[in-house]
T-cell receptor, first 117, second 113 residues
């Protein structure tokens, strides 16, 4: 069984300050982990993914995440927030041991990021 | 490259009515997914197709939900009869094949009154 827990449902930051969105995962196998972003009235977009290569993963728009197996965490960070970063962010786990259909994604409940001037 | 298309974008129906959603995946993508996203929750996989065959429908409420992908391209998801708790955004996604990145459409927001 696989699951993710996003520790904050809402995060508010000022423009130009760092962003930290927290995610813990649970998986029976070596997981693949993803962060997706969802802007209002738009489809989910992949920000970055970890698939057992480098533990520090760089994504689009200056975001990055670090896989920490000992802490079962995959937190998303960005050094400096921009107004356009305001959106909902989902942490997602894919259990590579899943044999039914491959690449089954389990989503967290989401973190709403608000960026203030 | 065109993305995943979905229609309608919004739908309001009364309980016990039926409704259908349509999805056109990215050209050449063999795998198609339908997700349900209830307000305040993350998307939950309802059904996964590989070409025109069902790979996983373990989370699909089969007494009222049905889906098909007859020619291995477009897909429709139907609810009959709808319940209040079916109010959600229904997302369609496609990927080149199993295990590849999933690309999501904008979703259909369903409100059941």
């Amino acid at each position: 069984a696989q699951s993710v827990t996003q520790l904050d449902s809402h995060v508010s930051v000022s423009e130009g300050t760092p962003v930290l969105l927290r995610c813990n995962y649970s998986s029976s196998y070596s997981p693949s982990l993803f962060w997706y972003v969802q802007h209002p009235n738009k489809g989910l977009q992949l920000l970055l993914k970890y698939t057992s290569a480098a533990t520090l993963v760089k994504g689009i728009n200056g975001f990055e995440a670090e896989f920490k197996k000992s802490e079962t965490s995959f937190h998303l960070t960005k050094p400096s927030a921009h107004m356009s970063d305001a959106a909902e962010y989902f942490c997602v786990v894919s259990d590579q041991g899943f044999t039914g259909g491959g690449n089954k994604l389990t989503f967290g409940t989401g973190t709403q990021l608000k960026v203030e001037l | 490259e065109a993305g995943v298309a979905q229609s309608p974008r919004y739908k309001i129906i009364e309980k016990r009515q039926s409704v259908a959603f349509w999805c056109n995946p990215i050209s050449g993508h063999a795998t198609l997914y339908w997700y349900q996203q209830i307000l305040g929750q993350g998307p939950k996989l309802l059904i996964q197709f590989q070409n025109n065959g069902v790979v996983d429908d373990s989370q699909l409420p089969k007494d009222r939900f049905s889906a098909e992908r007859l020619k291995g391209v477009d897909s429709t998801l139907k609810i009959q009869p709808a319940k209040l708790e079916d109010s959600a955004v229904y997302l369609c996604a496609s990927s080149l094949d199993r295990g590849h990145e999933q690309y999501f459409g904008p979703g259909t927001r369903l409100t059941v009154t």
